[in-house]
């Protein structure tokens, strides 16, 4: 799986919009950009995916450059609650019958501390 | 969408008991489930992939004999750690891919171990 490279934190005024950027330079071309949170103490909750094109969802928008080479999650309008760890990861998304097994799993960085100030 | 349970939420023990931790798919049935472990301040890492029907893959450095996986059916996978010491401690979290073009994996919510 392609590495990535985010920043270790950020700070996002509340109602404003959270940009958070990820570099995946060695992207393949069967591999998607999956975004995942983790508020403290819980487990990680499934954000958004996409490949190519940007992808909007009820949570966030994701934005990938033409290129493929990085990416951004946006947070239209971040509240207190949008306080995590955001971890962006690169992985072949294939249907399940094809993927099987470890080939499943998911490699998590160190992700982006993002924290929405009052 | 897709909810996966865990339990207990949080659990502590004596040094040598053996703690048992559940992980169940609510609303789909999964194939494969992942455990993770994620010490303080630290990211996931992953402990092994649970496999319904066949034998847990473990990765390097993580003990089958102390962590014994079971798949006992297709929503739920249970996670040992048997004979705990306090270097255990840790939050042990659980994931199971749900059905789709793009393998979207859904999360429990954690269980705290705590070995005293």
């Not at chain 2, 089958?64 to 705990?84: E, G, Q, Y």
Request: glycine share 6%; proline share 5%.
């Amino acid at each position: 799986d392609a590495k990535t490279t985010q920043p270790p934190s950020m700070d996002c005024a509340e109602g404003r919009a959270a940009n958070l950027p990820c570099n995946h330079s060695t992207i393949s071309g069967n591999e998607y950009v999956y975004w995942y949170r983790q508020i403290h103490s819980q487990g990680p909750q499934y954000i958004i995916h996409g490949l190519k094109n940007n992808e909007t969802n009820e949570m966030a928008s994701l934005i990938i450059t033409e290129d493929r080479k990085s990416s951004t999650l946006i947070l239209p309008h971040a509240t207190l609650r949008d306080t995590a760890v955001y971890y962006c990861i690169v992985r072949v998304g294939l249907a399940p019958l094809i993927l099987s097994g470890s080939a499943r799993q998911l490699t998590f960085g160190s992700g982006t501390q993002l924290t929405v100030l009052p | 969408g897709a909810v996966v349970s865990q339990h207990p939420s949080w659990v502590i023990c004596k040094s040598g008991t053996s703690v048992k931790i559940e992980c169940r798919s609510l609303d789909f049935q999964a194939t494969t489930m992942f455990w993770y472990r994620q010490f303080p301040k630290q990211s996931l890492m992953l402990m092994a992939t649970s496999n319904e029907g066949s034998k847990a893959t473990y990765e390097q450095g993580v003990e089958k004999d102390k962590f014994l996986i079971n798949h006992a059916s297709l929503t739920l996978s249970t996670l040992t750690v048997t004979s705990a010491h306090p270097e255990d401690s840790s939050f042990y979290i659980c994931s199971a891919p749900a059905r789709g073009s793009t393998d979207t994996q859904y999360f429990g919510p954690g269980t705290r171990l705590t070995v005293l």
